[in-house]
């Protein structure tokens, strides 16, 4: 795949027309027959998601929190892959994996001075390119960070707004 060719009218549009650029993507969770399960739609596909097992799900469908660890994980991966195509590294492997560390006493209500959410979000890179330099490497590591949508996203923290209907 010629990554450039697919990429340069796009570059084109967005720069002589700045507001193309401009997207909205839609993730909708609808109710279930259980209070700890529902489906998520994001368009192309819909998901089941579930409570995870330490807050009363059954630990047999993914919960919240592992399909936002998981768009981290796709996005580094798509755009790492991507940032070494356009700086023609050649890659054996790239494999990202997500973790993410939390106290689930805080999503329960059981201790007040515990927060709600993940307090550790790590993300490792294994990448195989033996004929990449450090140098090049250490590029491709901060054009992922840089261009990756989800993780500038929760490294810069997204405007939340909520509406109730």
């Known amino acids: 795949m010629d990554l450039r060719s697919v990429q340069r009218p796009l570059k084109k549009k967005y720069r ?6 401009r997207i909205t993507l839609e993730a909708k969770a609808s109710q279930q027959d259980t ?5 998520v739609d994001v368009g192309q596909a ?16 993914a919960c919240s929190g592992d399909l936002l660890l998981g768009a981290l994980a796709a996005c580094a991966q798509v755009t790492c892959q991507m940032v070494a195509e356009a700086m023609g590294i050649d890659t054996e492997h790239i494999e990202v994996t997500v973790t993410g560390e939390m106290d689930l006493a805080g999503t329960l209500g059981v201790s007040e001075e515990v927060p709600v959410g993940f307090e550790t979000i790590r993300t ?15 590029k491709l590591r901060h054009s992922t ?5 989800v993780y500038q996203t929760l490294a810069n923290s997204a405007e939340l707004q909520t ?3």
């Open 35 to 39: 209070p700890i399960s529902c489906s």
């Open 124 to 138: 490792t890179f294994d990448i195989v390119a033996p004929e990449a330099t450090d140098e090049q490497l250490e």
């Open 46 to 61: 819909i998901y089941e998601a579930e409570a995870h097992a330490g807050v009363g799900g059954t630990g047999e469908v």
């Open 163 to 165: 509406e109730w209907a």
């Open 16 to 21: 002589d027309e700045p507001g193309s650029s």
């Open 145 to 149: 960070e840089q261009y990756c949508v």
